[in-house]
């Protein structure tokens, strides 16, 4: 049952995002910036520290997959997009599992590379006709500080769920 902790910890990422901070989105209420929150992205990312690249890359191609459906009319851009960073950031080493400063530096490369591939894939696509200027003002730099912000908030708890887990899972083992 503990196992399914945290899939089912990202799936309420996901509902969060698509939920509870839309109706709190700041455009929503006249601002000119653009603020997406990527909590299932830093789910993914905290969660590969910890539990190695097999995992990072299944958490995100299935949140991804789930994205495209839910969210997009093109699919595999966020799969393809959330299993990359899944795979590139998950380092699951003693030192980035131990050191705060050094997770939320990953997790600032890895929200820097989502928004700027899909600014990229979008683009590219025909789908945004935003210039790169208005882009990094207005959605790129409040979305960053944003999910900076909110990594900041939910790194340790997610360290000591991690650490629980695992020796959860190491006493099954035993």
């Given at each position: 049952?503990?196992?399914f902790?945290?899939?089912a910890l990202?799936?309420?990422?996901?509902?969060?995002?698509?939920?509870?901070?839309?109706?709190f989105?700041p455009?929503?209420?006249?601002?000119?910036?653009?603020?997406?929150?990527?909590?299932?992205?830093?789910?993914?990312?905290?969660?590969?520290?910890?539990?190695?690249r097999?995992?990072?890359v299944?958490?995100?191609?299935?949140?991804?997959?789930?994205?495209?459906?839910?969210?997009?009319?093109?699919?595999?851009?966020?799969?393809?997009s959330?299993?990359?960073?899944?795979?590139?950031?998950?380092l699951?080493?003693?030192?980035?599992?131990?050191?705060?400063f050094?997770?939320?530096c990953?997790?600032m490369?890895a929200?820097?590379?989502?928004?700027y591939?899909?600014y990229?894939?979008?683009?590219?696509?025909?789908?945004?006709?935003?210039?790169?200027?208005?882009?990094?003002?207005?959605?790129?730099?409040?979305?960053?500080?944003?999910?900076?912000?909110?990594s900041?908030?939910?790194?340790?708890?997610?360290?000591?769920?991690?650490?629980?887990?695992?020796?959860?899972?190491?006493?099954?083992?035993k």
């Amino acid at each position: 049952m503990i196992r399914f902790v945290l899939p089912a910890l990202v799936f309420l990422f996901f509902i969060l995002e698509g939920t509870v901070f839309q109706v709190f989105s700041p455009e929503r209420y006249g601002a000119s910036f653009v603020l997406i929150p990527r909590l299932v992205l830093i789910g993914i990312v905290i969660i590969g520290a910890f539990r190695g690249r097999v995992s990072g890359v299944s958490y995100g191609l299935i949140f991804g997959l789930l994205y495209d459906i839910v969210y997009t009319e093109i699919l595999g851009v966020y799969m393809f997009s959330m299993g990359l960073i899944g795979y590139i950031c998950s380092l699951p080493y003693k030192l980035v599992q131990q050191s705060f400063f050094l997770l939320a530096c990953i997790i600032m490369v890895a929200v820097s590379i989502q928004e700027y591939y899909l600014y990229g894939m979008y683009t590219m696509l025909g789908v945004a006709y935003i210039s790169p200027d208005q882009f990094f003002y207005e959605r790129f730099l409040p979305t960053f500080i944003f999910n900076i912000v909110f990594s900041m908030i939910i790194i340790i708890p997610l360290q000591k769920l991690n650490r629980y887990v695992e020796e959860f899972e190491k006493q099954l083992e035993k």
